[in-house]
């Protein structure tokens, strides 16, 4: 519980230390000899960054560009050498402390007739990630005040949580999608991570967030970084915060858009989306979920799951033996106030944190930030 009262803590300061890029392994390695055995790390796999596990250095995209527009996604050479000349893929965080589908506990019926009830091992093998957004790590601040929240955590996210060890990368090429700098998101990484790095063309700029991260670096024999490597990696994160170019008009919309629950636009919405829950699968915010029981053929035993669930699916509203919003247009209006209103009132801040996700994977290529606009263009709010 220690860790859990930790985890919102202000990340703490720290001299900068410089890694050569031939360095990488080095950093791996020292990472595993920390006790994380696994090491998760951005790969270009299937035409998309994704996470999965790696060996070493060699696994990490090399020479590469994501190109990002509304229902786009792409892989592009780039020229150079850096691992992380990219925004995001369709992956975050929440996969890794929120399962997509995962059992909670466990009844059992013995021969005597007597039920049960177990709890299933909660022993999560303890992961490196590396290469995490701003964004992701602000995304994973938002799960935790709802999945951590005292007195009672949930202890399958807890014991995921305190299992992993986060390297972020701080952001330099956003993403014609992204709009982390108007929601206050990135692309600088702020907290929540045990190391940040800044990628220059030849190394880079290391700074601990954690004493675990300090104990991983303390197993290297690093230079400080110099006066001018640092201005270069601030340099670069801050043109990567000018040069997006997409954005939300503020960072409190609740009254706005509780003014505009009967505007004309949702309907305009409704019809071009799909519902089919791309937005609601890639955002590293949502956290909505179902719980079924799934008993075993023999009538011995039963599993009860919990497994990820969208506002857009028709059950999902279905209350009384009725839809409570049948329409797509209502499904919307639903996800987006929430998003962007009524979070307010539940976590103190919005739950967008401006990765672009959203736009770059809906098939249909919505775009949260125009559709926001849309809304407030009128000055009638009840239209």
């Not at 592009?76 to 965080?93: I, K, S, T, V």
């Not at 997409?246 to 071009?272: F, I, M, T």
Request: some cysteine.
């Amino acid at each position: 519980m220690d860790f859990l009262r930790g985890l919102l803590s202000v990340t703490m300061e720290t001299s900068a230390s410089f890694l050569p890029r031939e360095s990488l392994d080095t950093l791996l390695e020292a990472i595993r000899r920390g006790g994380f055995t696994r090491v998760l790390g951005p790969v270009a796999r299937h035409g998309a960054i994704t996470y999965t596990s790696i060996a070493s250095a060699d696994d990490l995209p090399k020479g590469l560009r994501d190109r990002q527009a509304p229902g786009q996604y792409r892989l592009e050479p780039e020229e150079g050498e850096r691992r992380f000349a990219w925004a995001n893929g369709p992956q975050a965080l929440k996969p890794l402390t929120f399962a997509p589908r995962e059992t909670l506990w466990r009844c059992e019926l013995d021969d005597n007739g007597q039920l049960s009830f177990l709890d299933v091992d909660l022993a999560p093998t303890p992961t490196a990630v590396f290469g995490v957004r701003a964004c992701d790590l602000a995304a994973l601040r938002i799960q935790e005040r709802h999945f951590l929240k005292l007195p009672y955590p949930d202890p399958h996210y807890a014991a995921r949580r305190e299992s992993l060890f986060l390297v972020a990368v701080h952001c330099s090429h956003p993403a014609d999608t992204c709009f982390c700098a108007s929601t206050g998101d990135g692309p600088r990484a702020e907290a929540g991570y045990d190391l940040a790095m800044s990628e220059l063309d030849h190394g880079f700029v290391v700074t601990a967030g954690t004493e675990r991260g300090r104990g991983v670096l303390s197993l290297l024999n690093l230079s400080p970084a110099s006066p001018d490597e640092c201005a270069q990696a601030d340099g670069e994160i801050e043109a990567a915060a000018a040069a997006q170019t997409r954005s939300l008009p503020s960072r409190n919309l609740k009254d706005a858009l509780y003014a505009r629950l009967e505007h004309p636009h949702w309907d305009q919405v409704g019809r071009r989306c799909l519902s089919c829950g791309n937005c609601t699968a890639v955002c590293p915010t949502c956290f909505c979920h179902a719980e079924q029981d799934e008993p075993a053929l023999t009538g011995s035993s039963s599993e009860h799951l919990r497994q990820w669930d969208s506002c857009f699916t028709a059950v999902h509203s279905y209350m009384g033996h009725f839809l409570v919003r049948e329409e797509t247009r209502l499904r919307y209006r639903q996800w987006l106030t929430h998003k962007l209103a009524s979070w307010h009132e539940q976590y103190g801040r919005s739950g967008c944190v401006g990765c672009g996700r959203c736009i770059a994977w809906c098939p249909v290529g919505i775009d949260i930030t125009a559709e926001v606009s849309a809304l407030l263009e009128s000055g009638d709010a009840q239209s």
